[in-house]
Every structure is written in C-alpha cells, then in structure tokens.
C-alpha cells in the first residue's frame, strides 16, 4: 500500500499531510508548525532557513517517517495557461513548447521552468490534428529558493505541483461528488492568509486558474491599524468577530472585517466573471470555498450575496478515511480547511499507470544530481565491497605466512623442516607477483575508460536548444569515439551543434559525414573523438583501493 506525503508552505505555517493510498485514501498523520512573520511573502519563500527550521521541527513533533515529499507551490510567479499545438509525441511537444512558450507566458524563457499535460486531441481541422494542452511554468529561482528550504531541511522533493491543481485533485476526484455530464463546471477558491487561489475545473480537468495576492492577512492587518495592536491580538479579534459581545473590540474588529471582505470578494467574483466571459467556458454548477482564510466570519455570506449561486464550504474530509492521526473529531474539524491543500498535495504523490504522466516544476538539475548521487553510490558501495575482500585476503594471507614464519622459527633444528617453510615461503612470491600481474591488467583495461556521465552531462550543458538528440554510441578505448545523431530545425542548427560542442576540451576531431534537409527538419549524424580529459583517470586508484 503506497503511501505520500504534501507539504504546504503557508504565510504563517507549514503544514504536511501523510496518506495512505488505496481504493479511498486514508489520512494516517497531519501536522502544522507556525513560521515567523515574513518569512513566506505573497506565496514566496524570502527566508529558506527559517522555512527549513520549520519542516525540521514538524516532521519531529509530527512523527512523518519519510523524507520523500509532493511541494506546492501558488504565487504571481507561477503560470498556467491552455494552448492548442500540433500534434506529435510528447518528446517533440517537449521540445517545440521551448519555441512556442514564449507567447504564451510573460516568463523569459531562459528563466523559466515549464512542463504540461495533454487535455485532449482534436481531430482534423484545416490544420491537422491537434492537441490541447495545459501548461504549467514558474520562475526557475522562485522554484530553486522553495525546494532548498525542503532539502536543507533534510527531506527529498519529488514533485513541484501546483497548488491550484492539487485544490481540484482533493475535492473533484471520483468517489466524492463530481460533475459527471452535466455540462457544467465548479470553482474552488482557496483563502490563504496573503495568497488566494482560484481555480475552475470540467470534471476534474482545469480550465482556469488565477493566483490573487490578497487573503485574511490583510484583514488582520486592517484590524492591527484601525485598533493599534498587535498582529497576534488582530488575529485573535478577526476570529471572534463573527460572535455576539460586549467588547467593544470585537466589535470594532467585525467592523472592520464587514468593511475589508469588499476588495476579496471582489477579487474572487471578478475571476470568475472573466472565466465565464470566455467564450468556450460553462456554466458554473457551484463554488467551493475552503483555505484558513475561508473561516472570516461572514464571508461565506458575502461570497454567495455576490455570486448569486451555489456556494459552499469545501469538506475534504468526506473524501477520506481517516486513521489514527492523535486528534479528536472537534480538533479535525476546525482544521478541516487547512487540510485541503496538503491533502491534494499528496494524492500527487500516488503512483501513476503506465503512460500517464502529471505536471511537475521540479528543475531538470535537481533530478540530474539526484541520478548521479545515485551512481556514486553504486560506485561508492562496489568499492567498499572489493576493499572488504581485498583487506580480507590481505589479513589472511597476512596470517598464513605468519604462521608459516612461527612454524619455521620452531623448526629451525631441523633442517628438512627449513626446506618444506621455504617451499612455502616461494609459494607466497609467486602469489604477491600473480596479485602485482592481475593489478597491472587491471590498470591495461581502465586506462582508457570514459566517465561517460560527465561527458553525456557536458554535452547536454552546451547542446544548442535548437537540436535534439535521437541516438548515442560511445566507445571506449585509445582513442575513444561518439556517434550522435541528431536532428534541428534547418542546416544553422547543424552549424550550432558544431560551434558548441566542438568548445568542449573533451572532443575533438568534431564532424558532421552527413546532414539530409527535409521539409521541417534536418537530420544529421556527428562524429568525434575523445580526449584523455573525457578519461576516468581515477577509476582504476578507486578500484585498486591505492592511493591518488
């Protein structure tokens, strides 16, 4: 039974979900942990060591064992868009959406991470078929920043989600209420504390998102200015002003918080006009309303007065077993809307039947590193088993002709008893000289061995963006050689592939003994040789266990 983890990096708290997955998910463990004010800006972490000290705290009062997590993200800097393309692979898509994306997200693509997901295909047309697809992009260091404050906190990222689409995996699944056929589609609105997502969904597939850079924290805010106190105290006065009293206030307070709900619910109901003014766009069935901040008292009330229709309070719970997780009904209860976003995270994390693939913004480096940890480890591992066999052959070896020495010294007398020790003694040289003859065939067949994933990553760090690579063939040997083949856009991409690859120290002898031009693409073959700079020097030195 696969179990997965979210983690929601709040304005004023970290919060992580732990499921278990089956035909119903079973929460098995939640918990939350405060973060100091400004640490987390309008959906963006500014201070990862604070952020990191927070996770570290959760994950020891909370007892989460696995350091694997699902991490979303929601901010200005996050994107998503729906764009029709022709159709193909999904590795062609991959590459050409480097072409195409710049049109369609206000990110430089130099700076940007983008993934997607095929929505559907559309048949025929003037253009031939189609696909429609939902992209996802973000600012590459916005996500750099982020997923550091989760590593420096000891734990791993597996997926980069997007918060909005983890609203809609939580509380539009099947199993729950869903749309079906009716045509008709739901919005979730999700009230953080400084970030407050909306998104619209047509039977679990997202149609619109906007990220709203207002939430509960500027009601608090107001609070703090119109009643001069602290933030803490305006906090405590926003949650009781929903409640009848004879403080004067609390009452102040629920007028400020009647006065502030226009500008967010404005902010909400102006989204949501825009997606049905679109010309593809459905028919809302209703409106969930779930997130810390959906608890202002009154806005409930506002929202439905502005909306005209069916809007609700989200109820994540409904969808879920619930296990052992230490709180009781009540406790569940009032943290119910916090759950929501975790919760969605983590059901990102299930595993995927073949084929189907999610959108992740988890930056390409961090997976290249991760793959060669990996391989060091390997190494690292198969080294440590031969210097164990090595030191123990050693030792033994060692000990025989220690007691060969020991019965020699006592047999000294005896001359016959001389002979057979020296026999023995011959023995062991021959030994030491069959041990120095294998070391040095050794040294004969790894001289020239390739760190083949040094060099595949150096040529993948200079690879023009305008080329892709169909196939690779290395060998090994005095000189090492590559095959490429490739394809580009037109003969400049042949030209580019040749500049850049050629600057690297560990090719040369860099050409191309053929290149066919057809209509969109240029297919060509590159072939060079390796330089000793390309070489595995220090594999034989690991392998042997001598020094450097």
Not at 22 to 46: C, I, M, N, S, W
Request: with cysteine.
């Amino acid at each position: 039974m696969a179990r997965a983890i979210g983690l929601d990096i709040g304005t004023f708290a970290v919060r992580a979900v732990e499921l278990s997955i089956d035909d119903v998910p079973k929460l098995v463990r939640f918990g939350q942990v405060a973060l100091p004010r400004g640490v987390v800006r309008d959906g963006e972490v500014v201070d990862p060591a604070s952020v990191s000290a927070a996770i570290r705290r959760l994950w020891s009062e909370a007892g989460f064992r696995s350091k694997r997590v699902v991490l979303g993200v929601a901010n200005q800097r996050v994107i998503v868009r729906q764009a029709e393309m022709p159709a193909m692979s999904e590795e062609e898509l991959s590459a050409a959406l480097r072409f195409e994306a710049q049109e369609l997200i206000p990110i430089p693509i130099d700076d940007a991470i983008l993934d997607f997901q095929v929505l559907e295909h559309l048949q025929g047309g003037d253009n031939g078929d189609r696909v429609r697809i939902l992209l996802a992009a973000a600012q590459q260091d916005m996500i750099r920043t982020h997923v550091r404050a989760v590593d420096d906190a000891g734990l791993r990222v597996a997926m980069v989600d997007v918060i909005p689409f983890a609203l809609v995996r939580a509380l539009a699944r099947p199993g729950g209420e869903v749309l079906g056929s009716t045509g008709r589609a739901e919005a979730i609105v999700c009230v953080g504390a400084g970030v407050t997502n909306v998104v619209v969904h047509e039977n679990g597939v997202p149609r619109f998102v906007r990220v709203l850079l207002v939430g509960g924290d500027d009601i608090t805010d107001a609070i703090a200015r119109e009643l001069d106190v602290e933030p803490d105290a305006a906090e405590d006065f926003k949650r009781r002003a929903g409640n009848p009293a004879s403080d004067a206030d609390v009452d102040r307070a629920a007028e400020v918080v009647a006065a502030q709900l226009g500008p967010l619910v404005e902010e909400i109901r102006g989204s949501l006009e825009y997606y049905v003014a679109q010309a593809e766009s459905l028919e809302l069935e209703r409106v969930l309303i779930t997130g810390g901040g959906s608890r202002i008292p009154g806005l409930l009330e506002r929202l439905q007065q502005a909306l005209g229709g069916r809007v609700e309070s989200a109820h994540v719970l409904e969808t879920l077993d619930v296990g052992k997780v230490g709180l009781s009904e009540e406790e569940l209860g009032e943290a119910e809307q916090l759950l929501t976003v975790p919760t969605g995270l983590a059901l990102g994390g299930a595993p995927l039947p073949r084929g189907v693939r999610r959108i992740s913004l988890l930056p390409s480096e961090v997976a290249v590193v991760r793959e060669e940890r990996r391989q060091a480890t390997l190494v690292g591992a198969l080294v440590a088993v031969l210097a164990v066999i090595l030191v123990g052959l050693w030792a033994a070896r060692g000990s025989q002709v220690s007691d060969q020495r020991h019965k020699a010294e006592a047999a000294e007398a005896k001359q016959a008893s001389l002979q057979r020790q020296v026999g023995s003694l011959q023995g062991v040289t021959k030994l030491d000289g069959d041990i120095s003859q294998r070391e040095q065939g050794v040294r004969s067949v790894l001289s020239n061995d390739v760190a083949w994933t040094r060099f595949i990553t150096d040529v993948a760090s200079v690879m023009p963006s305008d080329v892709w690579m169909t196939s690779f063939q290395g060998t090994s040997g005095s000189p090492a050689k590559v095959i490429f083949n490739l394809n580009g856009f037109d003969h400049t991409s042949t030209a580019r592939w040749l500049l850049r690859i050629g600057d690297l120290s560990s090719v040369t002898g860099l050409w191309v003994p053929s290149s066919t031009k057809s209509t969109n693409l240029v297919t060509f073959s590159s072939n060079a040789n390796l330089t000793p700079s390309s070489y595995a020097k220090d594999r034989v030195d690991n392998y042997i266990g001598a020094n450097p």
